[in-house]
């Protein structure tokens, strides 16, 4: 079992920056991804970026350039760095960590990040 708890979302200006943290605690060994989604009222979930234990890294192209994904796999713990913030990346940021030899998968709880234009 894997429990995720992120942190650091909030309302910012567009033009301006968050960083988001997402712990991960509980049992797991292997190599794994982790990663954030975000779901917009009335839009379906989808994947903003992510990175893996290797450090293999995927961007949705609407954030290329303005989001960064690191992680530290000593603390656990996944980071998204949002720049240049526009109103259309409001929404609810869901921290994802998935194994990737059984494929379980694992979400936190969200965390709201308001971009006010």
């Known amino acids: 079992q894997v429990h995720l708890v992120e942190s650091g979302g909030g309302l910012v200006q567009a033009g301006g920056s968050l960083r988001l943290s997402c712990v991960a605690s509980?049992?797991?060994?292997?190599?794994?991804?982790m990663g954030w989604y975000r779901q917009a009222p009335g839009k379906q979930r989808e994947l903003v970026a992510s990175?893996?234990?290797?450090?293999?890294?995927n961007y949705a192209d609407s954030v290329k350039g303005r989001f960064a994904i690191s992680r530290d796999n000593v603390k656990s713990t996944v980071y998204l760095q949002m720049s240049s913030l526009k109103p259309e990346d409001t929404a609810i940021y869901y921290c994802?960590?998935?194994?990737?030899?059984?494929?379980?998968?694992?979400w936190g709880q969200g965390t709201q990040v308001t971009v006010s234009s």
């Open positions: 990175i893996t234990s290797g450090g293999n890294t």
């Open positions: 994802h960590h998935r194994l990737l030899v059984s494929n379980r998968e694992y």
């Open positions: 509980g049992s797991f060994f292997g190599p794994n991804a």
